[in-house]
């Protein structure tokens, strides 16, 4: 296999390369600087590239010769998870203080043998649903580079549906390792809270946001997560054990499964365009073909009440968020807006929006009494276009983004595990994705079920063009 056909291969075929002998750890890394250096001048993926760094630790990995499960293997990793000796910039100039130490994930990505190549870009504060800002070049889409890859995590998306990295984790803390995943024809699953430590952070958002990987398979998912699940000491959030290794269950047949179909959005009047809800609906038919129970199910998810106590978590915490930044003032005016409509809220409306979370999550988790996976769009429709919204109002957009995202939120506010899964491309060659819902702590089955999917219908093989020309 060629270097440049390698790196369209994922986690999973890599780290059999170099342990095989196939390719070395250091020749497969530069292949992948090679590829970032020609294409994101193009694509900004990247906010800082570990050029030498990740060519010295693939040497050394070379050199000991380890049997790691990625050793070798290119991951980049969000802007807003510690690196030692950087300021977690989190998509802003405002923060200039170093971290004194690599996060959990980044330390047990190095442990397992993975080279971070690269911290990717996110939007400011990761407030909104696309990857640009006013001090650098908007991040675009490798199937369309008049689109863009979604946010918050869209620089990580992109670096991996470009072949840049062989995976990159992101962070979802209302839709942002879905967005992006849906919008570049990814997997990405977000884990049950708790599943992977953020630390040094015991939490983010008030419990909102969770990391995870974005990866070209199920697999490969499967694997990177293996190697990056548990908690740490201080974490406020633990998940229950799998009862399985994520890998087990992305190899495991489903069974038969109930799964209940819900195209109604969080919110009343929000449309869904019509090649979104066909693949919604192709979907649940090549469910049924596979043997599960399909049902449509669109229960009450109490949308009004959840979707307003959600847009105060937001903006409330929009305004932590700057607050706790080392240089607030160096924000862009568009973040700063958005952090000043949190900061107005009344401290009773913030106490009211928070305390209700366990009701919310009981009455959301009674649709898995009847079904074992729920079925919906991702986005109400594909992928928007770079700077579609940018000469909106900070209240105007936010109603936009709000009404794009509509299925997502509220599993953050719940925590259950929610994956997206692609599911075929638009008229215009972008694309598609749909979402898969689980029960709480159970990544196992949407891996299952996932993987399943993607037998019936491969997606990782496709490459997006134009990005080599």
């Known amino acids: 296999m ?13 780290a059999q390369a170099v342990r095989s002998g196939e390719v070395s750890a250091r020749d497969l890394v530069a292949a992948h600087l090679h ?3 020609r294409v994101d001048p193009r694509l900004g993926a990247f906010r800082v590239v570990f050029a030498e760094q990740a060519l010295a630790q693939a040497e050394a990995l070379d050199a000991a010769g380890a049997d790691l499960p990625l050793r070798g293997v290119p991951v980049a990793v969000k802007e807003d998870l510690a690196v030692a000796g950087l300021p977690t910039t989190k998509g802003t100039n405002a923060a200039h203080v170093p971290q004194p130490r690599d996060s959990a994930v980044v330390r047990r990505l190095r442990a397992a043998g993975a080279v971070v190549i690269g911290r990717t870009r996110m939007p400011e504060l990761g407030l909104w649903p696309f990857t ?15 689109h863009s890859p979604g946010g918050s995590s869209g620089g990580s998306a992109a670096a991996v549906a470009a072949g840049l990295a062989a995976a990159a984790i992101g962070t979802d803390g209302a839709g942002s390792i879905r967005i992006p995943a849906a919008m570049t024809g990814l997997f990405g699953l977000k884990p049950q809270r708790g599943r992977v430590s953020l630390a040094p952070e015991p939490r983010m958002w008030g419990g909102l946001v969770v990391a995870g990987p974005l990866t070209r398979t199920v697999a490969d998912w499967a694997l990177v997560a293996d ?14 054990p799998p009862r399985t290794t994520f890998t087990e269950a992305a190899r495991t047949d489903p069974g038969r499964l109930r799964v209940g179909v819900s195209l109604r959005p969080w919110g009343p009047g929000i449309p869904v365009s019509g090649e979104v809800r066909d693949a919604v609906l192709d979907t649940a038919a090549l469910l049924t073909d596979l043997g599960h129970d399909v049902v449509r199910l669109d229960p009450p998810m109490r949308e009004l009440t959840a979707s307003t106590q959600f847009a105060v978590r937001y903006l409330r915490t929009a305004h932590l968020a700057r607050a706790g930044m080392d240089l607030p003032d160096l924000l862009e005016p568009r973040t700063r807006a958005v952090a000043e409509l949190g900061r107005r809220l009344p401290r009773a409306l913030t106490r009211w929006a928070t305390a209700h979370d366990a009701s919310l999550t009981a009455h959301a988790d009674r649709v898995f009494t009847s079904v074992d996976v729920l079925l919906t769009p991702v986005l109400t429709r594909p992928p928007i276009r ?5 000469d909106r ?13 509509t299925f997502l939120p509220l599993w953050n506010i719940t925590g259950n595990p929610a994956a997206s899964v692609p599911a075929g491309r ?10 898969l819902v689980g029960r709480r702590h159970d990544e196992c089955t949407l891996l299952s079920v ?3 999917l993607e037998r019936a219908r491969p997606w990782a093989g496709r490459v997006p063009s134009g990005l080599d020309a």
């Open 426 to 435: 638009s008229a215009a060659g972008l694309p598609l994705a749909v979402q």
């Open 393 to 405: 109002s900070v209240v105007t957009a936010l109603l936009a983004a709000a009404r794009y995202t």
């Open 35 to 37: 590829r970032i250096e």
């Open 132 to 146: 640009e800002s006013s001090w650098a070049p908007p991040t675009r889409n490798p199937w369309s580079l008049t």
């Open 227 to 240: 190697v990056i699940h548990g908690a740490e000491p201080g974490d406020a959030d633990a998940a229950h």
């Open 2 to 14: 060629e270097l440049t056909e390698l790196c369209f291969a994922g986690v999973v075929r890599q």
């Open 450 to 452: 996932s993987a399943q």
């Open 386 to 390: 770079v700077g579609e919204w940018a």
